[in-house]
């Protein structure tokens, strides 16, 4: 399975993402893919980022001698990608890194999305934490998700945004098998104001992840996050597991 989280920044979509792949670890090794530069994924999982695709590709394009004689470009970015994987018990990170500059990169796009659809059988399941923009998924390096995961703070204008970005999704043609609209940091009470503005932007009913006092305190411990099962936000994250398998 593939999942691909959406939605602007500090609405909890690395939280939620590492939670994810904490709990699918049960079923194999779960690739990580880190796709948003000021995002914190591998910290959260407790793995340290080895190397980035736009470090690879930058060295590529700055140097294209850099790949040794006898050897193709292809192979070459396959070593590199394989060397830039950190590994983790149940998880490989894998990390973008920041985006690219002008000119053209179509040629080592073209690559790592080889590169990377040969990597994904190898995984159980593949969860990429997109930035808002979700540039990897519209330039195709990255590829079609089973599940679409929008996270949205508990406001209209955050439901809204989530909005759009599944309107960007359609627009740049990634093809999702379903998306799952998630409301964090809910702070309980009547929520129906809420599943009246999704149901209104044309988007399913909302998943809702309260916000949670064990992570805020463990955040000021820690950068590693493992939100125990018997938390508000570990039970909710229970039903979201099964939503996610359904
Ligand atoms: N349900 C929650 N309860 C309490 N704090 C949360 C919750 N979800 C996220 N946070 C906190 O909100 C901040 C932003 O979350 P993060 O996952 O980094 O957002 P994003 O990846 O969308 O930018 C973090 O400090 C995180 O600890
Ligand atoms: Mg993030």
């Known amino acids: 399975m593939i999942i691909a989280m959406a939605g602007k920044g500090g609405v909890g979509k690395s939280t939620i993402a590492s939670q994810i792949i904490r709990a699918l670890g049960g079923d194999g090794i779960v690739l ?8 914190n994924l591998g910290e959260k999982l407790g793995l340290e ?19 040794p004689a006898g050897i193709s470009k292809h192979e070459y970015v396959v070593g590199r990608v394989r ?34 659809s040969n990597l994904i059988p190898n995984y159980a399941h593949v969860v990429i934490d997109n930035e808002a923009g979700m540039e990897h998924m519209s330039r195709k390096t990255l590829p079609q998700a089973d599940v679409l995961l929008l996270v949205s703070d508990p406001t209209v204008t955050g439901i809204k945004t989530a909005a759009r970005l ?51 305190d463990s955040s000021m411990e820690s950068e590693v996050l493992d939100v125990p099962g018997d938390t508000p936000f570990g039970r909710a994250m229970s039903g979201l597991m099964a939503e996610i398998r359904k």
Request: net charge negative; aromatic share 6%.
């Open 32 to 39: 990580a893919v880190d796709a948003d530069p000021n995002s």
């Open 49 to 67: 980022p080895l190397g980035t695709i736009g470090g690879i590709r930058n060295q590529i394009v700055d140097d294209p001698d850099i790949v």
């Open 83 to 116: 060397e830039i994987i950190a590994e983790g018990e149940t998880t490989d990170l894998l990390t973008m890194g920041r985006s690219q500059g002008e000119g053209c990169y179509c040629f080592i796009n073209g690559l790592l999305r080889e590169c990377f």
């Open 166 to 216: 599944r309107d960007l999704a359609d627009e740049v043609g990634m093809e999702t098998g379903k998306t799952i609209l998630v409301v964090n940091n809910a702070p309980g009470g009547n929520m129906s104001p809420l599943e009246k503005a999704a149901s209104d932007n044309g988007l399913p009913a909302p998943f809702f992840l309260p916000r949670d006092q064990y992570i805020v």
